[in-house]
């Protein structure tokens, strides 16, 4: 009999010992009986019998990890403090099929500029890079070109975007140079077609992958390029624990796979900006010829006199607009008149948002229909404070009747079906106006598109986080810049803070340098770790954070290397039921972080964040 330590996919559990009479390779998917129900687990390593009773192993796959993923894996659960259950159930395991000696023609012919082919130089003789290109610069081109010698070599590439709403555009750029090479992976792709496409990847017929964040996971055997396209956003890092960062992960495939990695931005991060390692490449200028006014409005009025004369201006000359709102939801609370209350999701301790006659919560997506009066007063004062997505939508169609208005948030993509029909009516012209939130800001190359409008971005310059002037302005440069992509164009934003916008918009390099100045004390120049306390019971959840930050205030003469920044109660105090707490860590070495991770991911009610950038 064979014993082995196995971990329980998706559950945060330290590993178990089964039994087998049979001998299994290690990280090969395997069924078991955990609490009486069957789960799929993952052999970890050969074990001595125990002294306990143990169950035996029921079913044996035959999927099975690469020895790089399993690399992968285990740095992912070191680095971010994660058990390796919870890893392992990101990660697409091998169908262990031979792959066929087919050899992937292709015919592209991909012209370049003379920059082009200075940046394409720099990032041949260089394992690391960077390109820091102006939006329009002709980054997609070297992509190209980068990922044609790689598939030429016989090896696999991997193109990373941070927002699956980008996937169909750039779907159609590469099929023009790679034909159907290349499959698509993401979470709004279908099971059926998953395994389809895992089977033509895992057989070597199309070694271009192109997806978001979890194509990283996909059985890589021969990775030669990876890609990461608007590298700085803050899409890359997931939310949910383990808290890893794709781009991160990405640089350390890369590394791992002795594969060639780039970074591309137009407003890149300051942690890829000053990070030494990177060989960095300045694209200035267009690939196409652009020219854009930048407009401003300081209107209170979301839809103001101003934005709807430029949008009929537009409507005129049968050209498009895109119309950007920070968020799709929480832009729109209803409020009480007379005691100032707002609608607060039972379960959260956040306003609920108004869709149509309900109210939602976009933390744990509890319902409630609409009431004519207010829970608290009783008042019949209710008003809808400032617009969501939807909201904007209905705005405009009575503003504008003739226009032809459409939105593109989450709530839209219930499928990858779905988004391709919104994106493809926009290309073909039957849309006049897009509103969308974060999706429409980056990637999207439409020529007749010559006035966008950038609303509430005041609301996202004044977070209290660190990267709060970065994140803006680049979301501004990003928006910014799917406008004018053929012809001369508008950009109109409103905001009270002109100053700002109208020193940098323009001139992000300027921003870079200025900007690190503020984050002296901050990422890149210094390292963060989160540990977030959750409980049912508010009591518990304060006196564990209180614990927590006694426990490090005395462990200070161990570890003189690290502050307390702050601690007590989140900025949401409670999502799903659940009260929240933080503890605040800083540190200028990051293995010293990890020490601490590792040693605080062992009690029960705390999530470790390391490298956190959302602070809610």
């Known amino acids: 009999m064979y014993f082995y330590k196995v971990a329980i996919l998706g559950h945060n559990l330290e590993e178990l010992t089964y039994e087998s009479s049979l001998e299994i390779k290690l990280f090969t998917k395997v069924e078991v009986e955990l609490s009486k129900k069957i789960v799929q687990a993952v ?3 050969k074990c001595e019998k125990p002294e306990f009773k143990t169950k035996e192993i029921i079913k044996i796959y035959d999927d099975s990890l690469s020895p790089t993923q399993i690399e992968l894996a285990n740095f992912m659960s070191r680095y971010y403090a994660a058990n390796i259950s919870l890893c392992l159930d990101s990660f697409v395991f091998s169908k262990n099929l031979e792959k066929t000696t087919t050899k992937i023609c292709s015919e592209t012919n991909i012209e370049l500029n003379e920059k082009q082919e200075q ?60 034909k159907d090479s290349f499959i698509t992976w993401h979470s709004k792709i279908t099971k059926a077609k998953k ?53 991160d992960l990405a640089i350390y495939l890369a590394s791992i796979s002795n594969a060639k990695i780039v970074l591309g931005s137009a407003t890149p991060s300051l942690q890829s900006f000053f990070n030494t390692n990177i060989n960095k490449f300045r694209l200035k200028g267009t690939y196409f010829k652009s020219e854009k006014e930048i407009l401003f409005d300081s209107d209170n009025e979301i839809i103001s006199p101003y934005l709807l004369d430029l949008l009929e201006e537009n409507l005129e000359k ?17 409020v009480c008149k007379d005691c100032n209350t707002r609608k607060i999701c039972p379960n959260c301790s956040v306003p609920m948002s108004l869709h149509n006659k309900t109210y939602k919560c976009h933390y744990c997506g509890k319902k409630e229909y609409l009431k004519n009066t207010c829970e608290n007063c009783g008042s019949t004062m209710l008003e809808s404070k400032i617009i969501g997505t939807a909201q904007l939508c209905e705005n405009l169609k009575i503003a504008l009747p003739s226009a032809r208005i459409a939105k593109l948030d989450s709530d839209e993509l219930s499928s990858n ?113 989160r540990l977030i306390i959750s409980s049912t019971n508010e009591m518990e959840a304060s006196n564990l954070c209180d614990e927590l930050a006694n426990h490090l205030k005395n462990s200070k003469e161990n570890y003189d290397d690290y502050e307390i920044i702050g601690y007590g109660k989140c900025a949401i105090e409670k999502i799903d039921k659940k009260y929240r707490y933080y503890v605040l860590i800083r540190s200028s070495k990051k293995i010293l972080l990890s020490k601490l991770a590792s040693h605080y991911k062992k009690l029960q009610k705390v999530t470790i964040d390391i490298d956190p950038i959302h602070f809610s």
Do not use: W
């Open 43 to 45: 052999i970890i390593s």
């Open 119 to 178: 940046c394409l130089k720099s990032i041949q003789e260089n394992k690391m890079n960077l390109i820091f290109g102006d939006t329009g610069s002709g980054k997609t081109e070297i992509y190209a070109k980068l990922i044609d010698e790689c598939i030429k070599s016989g090896k696999q590439a991997l193109f990373l975007m941070p927002e699956i709403s980008l996937t169909p555009q750039m779907q159609k750029r590469m099929k023009v140079y790679f």
């Open 417 to 529: 079906t779905k988004l391709k029909e919104i994106l493809e009516e926009f290309e073909l012209g039957n849309i006049d106006i897009l509103v969308g939130t974060q999706l429409i800001s980056k990637g999207h190359d439409y020529k007749n598109v010559t006035f966008c409008a950038i609303l509430g971005l005041d609301e996202y310059l004044f977070y209290p986080d660190f990267k709060a002037r970065e994140n803006t302005l680049a979301l501004a440069i990003q928006v910014a810049g799917r406008a004018g992509r053929s012809k001369k164009a508008k950009v109109l934003i409103n905001t009270q803070n002109k100053d700002f916008f109208e020193k940098y918009l323009t001139n992000y390099d300027e921003f870079l340098e200025d900007e690190k100045l503020y984050r002296n004390n901050y990422p890149p120049f210094k390292r963060l770790l």
């Open 318 to 334: 049968k050209e498009q607009s895109m119309i950007f709102l920070p968020v799709r939801g929480n832009y729109r609370q209803v």
């Open 195 to 247: 395994q389809k496409d895992l089977i033509e990847f895992e057989l070597g017929n199309k070694p271009l992958v192109i997806g978001a964040r979890s194509a990283l996971f996909l059985p890589f055997t021969n990775l030669g390029l990876i890609i990461v396209d608007e590298e700085h956003d803050n899409s890359y890092k997931s939310s949910k624990y383990p808290c890893y960062n794709a781009r």
